[in-house]
């Protein structure tokens, strides 16, 4: 029997800045991803439980739900403004005394892919990211992981912190009637920041913001000579 249980995050693909009345968001696609590979790590009886997580407000319960109807067994809503950063997924995964952590690689609002590896140095734990490939063996993970040049492969020691890329899996459709059933079925709990000892001070303050310098009108050069005559004047050559 599977004794090792993972956290999986989700992240509602946000517009910040963006009226957004009326407008359902989703899960960010490579979220979806992570679902899946924790749900297909879960039916190979490879892993105890799979537990979503999201940061953020009241609508992210929306997106734990489609994750409970694609497989995961609860869900955790942490109550915050934003992810916070690795703290949130982070204290989470110590809290519960997970295994895995896997995320999406990035999320398709500001594509940062941070969020990951923010996670993986506020637990002390060994990365993978960007895997198209996850191997269990044992205590240890094989993680084949995209870089720039092909591919790497690496041996971790568990606990460890995965980010999904989008070779890994083709997640599967979950349907807005199995979404439903689920939710009435499995469980969300919905905690504070506070409960899980997370600090949400800003760490930044912004110093100025200050408009770029104002465009000079352009110069015609009718000929070469012309050109290297004014990039002289100018002190440019």
């Not at 899996?169 to 899980?196: C, F, H, Q, S, W």
């Amino acid at each position: 029997m599977a004794e090792l249980r993972m956290l999986v995050a989700v992240k509602r693909a946000d517009r910040t800045g963006v009226a957004t009345n009326g407008v359902k968001q989703s899960m960010n696609p490579f979220c979806e991803i992570a679902v899946e590979e924790s749900v297909r790590l879960q039916e190979k009886q490879l892993l105890k439980e799979v537990i979503a997580v999201s940061c953020g407000p009241a609508q992210c319960q929306e997106t734990i739900h489609a994750a409970l109807a694609m497989g995961a067994d609860r869900g955790i809503h942490v109550e915050l403004g934003s992810l916070a950063g690795g703290s949130g997924p982070g204290q989470a995964g110590r809290e519960e005394k997970v295994d895995l952590v896997l995320l999406g690689k990035q999320v398709i609002d500001d594509d940062c892919h941070q969020t990951g590896q923010m996670t993986a140095g506020f637990l002390d734990w060994p990365q993978g990211t960007f895997a198209s490939q996850v191997t269990l063996e044992g205590d240890k993970l094989k993680v084949e992981r995209e870089i720039v040049r092909g591919l790497e492969t690496l041996l971790l020691k568990l606990p460890v912190m995965v980010t999904a890329d989008l070779r890994l899996n083709e997640p599967r459709y979950a349907t807005l009637p199995n979404i439903m059933k689920k939710a009435k079925k499995k469980k969300i709990e919905v905690i504070k920041p506070g409960d899980l000892g997370v600090d949400l001070t800003s760490k930044l303050s912004v110093i100025s913001v200050e408009d770029p310098p104002q465009r000079t009108t352009g110069v015609k050069a009718e000929t070469t000579e012309d050109l290297v005559a004014r990039l002289r004047e100018i002190g440019r050559i």
